[in-house]
């Protein structure tokens, strides 16, 4: 299972370090350090999905959190992004705290914190008050770096403030490792009371989520709730059975990066220098004045939506598949009226793009040969998920015996 988080993170790195050369050029950025601090972050994504003991997750959350607190104050002349890197780093400190006393707990219930000693402690009946204190703290600060509700409300405020490729990467990465760790955490060790914590944290994720982003004219904002939203519906795979729910949640969270990684890396091209150009109003007109870039933006929205021919369409349908097949079926009615609310919001951004004229003429510079490259992997894994999807599925239920065996 490791490998395959591993080959994931290591193309979301690879493609926003892509979109980056031509951020890091028009924001004036000097860049040494900001690629260091992609390379360190992508190490704690890796060490975090593969450790298999929680005090090396711990120290793999770190590492990895400490250069996305740095990364999101990156564009330092404005006060947006710093406010956006100390909410993050105080907020992310409590959610820290949390999962290391939730550690501590587990630790105090099973006389471990290896990952196999705890499975074997609680199948053995070993379920104690203090083993249910040590899931719920633990979750609270996983739940907090994937942006899932209640946990959320860092999220629109740091995504707006900060550098839109640094964003890219923290709405996916992270969260790849993130679900990771909830793929041991609750399928591996088995931990009790999670079907209830797993119900309430994917309802309300996708209800506020989506009602949040109907009411947003910012993209970067816009885009934090949908991220939100998108948590929610991988949720719903936790509480389904390994056999179904593992291979959902591998081909959600591989199909969400290409989609999303995609989508920012044209935001942080539209934007211009200083990002003054976010609004939906400034994507006016974009299918006239520059028809790739739309029809890319497009293809990544559609999948969002979860469109027959994109990634977006069998994530959807995997995960619903797994959670009513578990007998979840208000939860699953919950997500299908939420993706009917999410597709007004992800529609009229292309309404605004195909059938408005903006007022002003939002400047739109030459798309340079890196920026191709990574709309270029972005677009190919989107549309081949979409596709053909079963080899994706097969290689990702392999993972099963790995956690069940």
């Avoid at 996305?68 to 710093?82: D, P």
């Amino acid at each position: 299972m490791c490998l395959r988080f591993h080959i994931l993170i290591t193309a979301i790195t690879a493609v926003v370090i892509l979109m980056s050369y031509e951020y890091m050029a028009t924001q004036q950025i000097r860049a040494g350090e900001y690629y260091s601090l992609i390379l360190l972050g992508a190490v704690g994504m890796c060490l975090m999905s593969s450790a298999v003991e929680l005090v090396l997750i711990f120290i793999a959350l770190e590492i990895s959190s400490i250069s996305t607190y740095v990364l999101a104050g990156f564009r330092r002349r404005a006060a947006i992004s710093s406010e956006a890197s100390v909410k993050y780093f105080l907020l992310g400190s409590f959610a820290t705290a949390f999962f290391l006393y939730g550690v501590a707990l587990m630790f105090g219930a099973t006389g471990s914190t290896g990952i196999s000693v705890i499975a074997q402690s609680l199948r053995a009946g070993n379920t104690s008050t203090l083993a249910f204190a040590g899931i719920a703290l633990m979750f609270v600060g996983l739940g907090f770096k994937v942006a899932a509700a209640p946990f959320h409300i860092w999220t629109p405020d740091v995504y707006e403030g900060a550098p839109a490729p640094v964003v890219a990467l923290m709405s996916t990465g992270p969260k790849a490792a993130v679900f990771a760790v909830l793929l041991r955490v609750l399928f591996e060790i088995n931990a009790p009371g999670r079907l209830g914590l797993i119900w309430v944290t994917a309802a309300l994720s996708m209800t506020l989520g989506n009602l949040s982003a109907l009411v947003q004219h910012n993209v970067k904002r816009l885009l934090a709730y949908s991220s939100i939203a998108h948590a929610g519906y991988l949720m719903m795979a936790y509480a389904a059975l390994p056999a179904n729910g593992i291979p959902a949640v591998m081909f959600y969270t591989a199909t969400y990066a290409a989609m999303n990684v995609g989508a920012f890396a044209i935001v942080s091209h539209l934007a211009g220098a200083g990002e003054r150009y976010v609004t939906i109003e400034d994507y006016a007109g974009l299918g006239r004045r520059s028809p790739l870039l739309a029809a890319a933006l497009s293809i990544f929205l559609l999948s969002l939506i979860g469109i027959p021919m994109t990634g977006g369409f069998f994530a959807k349908f995997y995960v619903f598949s797994a959670a009513f097949q578990n007998s979840l079926t208000g939860l699953v009615i919950i997500g299908v009226l939420n993706s009917a609310i999410g597709a007004y919001y992800y529609l009229r951004l292309l309404v605004v793009m195909y059938m408005k004229e903006g007022g002003q003429e939002i400047p739109i510079a030459p798309t340079p040969l890196a920026l191709h490259a990574a709309l270029a992997i972005s677009i190919a894994a989107t549309l081949y998920l979409g596709i053909l999807p079963g080899r994706v599925i097969e290689f990702a239920s392999r993972s099963v015996r790995d956690l069940t065996q």
